[in-house]
């Protein structure tokens, strides 16, 4: 299915998060708040949180892509909305809640998520493409961890996803120095998978996110849930170990398993049906 296809995108938080579905079984979301160059405010978060359990529709979307309205990803959270006047009580509430609910739905999402860099990447937008399964960065854009700037300790959960994506000396380097990173670079470090041309990035995310979407759906559902819970438990309980091999077990019987080896066989595109 080509870009673009399936309709105009549908209007979400206000016309702040759009959502469109650029090709077979692949949602896209986009940030489209350019006047708060694509910040996250409490409406698109909450959108963000809502519409993720939503694409979790059966086999129908097997992909999300996150984006920005061009020519930036986001430039991070709306500081914007605190009020001097209550800023310590409103500040900690303001980001905990909405902003954490929204990576926790990407997290939690059952299938890939892929972040589509495309320009202009920080601070808490920076976090939300790290809470993705999978980053594509166009050449020119930025990336950056600005708290050091703004006086702000950063939250632990949040860190922790830099740790694990990054390593530890590159995440202190980050977040002391605050130093914005090039494309490039971030790709050295492993913060972004791969790197392509400014005017391909919105093509090749569609390509990988189809690419991912045409994989077996019990395969890619399993196969993400498997390396989600090795890496949040480096040592597994007797329970999680068992659920594992049940999972792997219950591969063999199923039908896309059968038509995936018959399809190997006859060299011709499987046709899945997630059973």
Not at 112 to 132: D, K, Q
Request: charged share 25%; net charge negative; glycine share 10%.
């Amino acid at each position: 299915m080509p870009e673009g296809s399936g309709g105009g995108p549908e209007s979400l938080a206000n016309g702040k998060l759009l959502l469109d579905r650029p090709a077979e079984a692949v949602a896209r979301l986009r940030i489209a708040n350019p006047e708060r160059r694509n910040a996250l405010d409490h409406e698109i978060l909450a959108e963000i949180a809502a519409t993720l359990p939503r694409l979790d529709d059966g086999i129908a979307t097997r992909c999300v892509v996150i984006t920005g309205t061009p020519p930036l990803f986001s430039a991070g959270y709306n500081i914007a909305e605190f009020t001097e006047d209550a800023f310590e009580s409103e500040a900690e509430a303001l980001v905990a809640h909405p902003f954490q609910a929204a990576m926790e739905a990407i997290i939690a999402h059952p299938w890939p998520t892929v972040a589509a860099i495309n320009g202009l990447c920080l601070g808490g937008g920076l976090e939300l493409a790290v809470s993705c399964d999978l980053r594509i960065a166009a050449a020119g854009a930025k990336l950056g961890m600005p708290p050091a700037r703004l006086g702000l300790v950063y939250g632990h959960t949040g860190l922790r996803r830099f740790l694990e994506t990054i390593g530890l000396p590159r995440t202190r380097e980050m977040f002391f120095t605050g130093h914005n990173l090039d494309a490039a670079r971030a790709e050295r470090i492993g913060l972004v998978n791969e790197v392509v041309e400014d005017a391909r990035i919105d093509a090749a995310a569609v390509e990988l996110a189809a690419g991912i979407a045409a994989g077996a759906p019990l395969a890619t559902r399993g196969n993400k849930q498997v390396i989600d819970v090795l890496a949040a438990n480096p040592v597994l309980s007797e329970a999680q170990e068992q659920e594992l091999v049940e999972l792997r077990r219950s591969c063999f019987g199923s039908a896309d398993f059968r038509e995936g080896i018959r399809a190997f066989a006859e060299k011709r595109r499987p046709v899945w049906t997630g059973e």
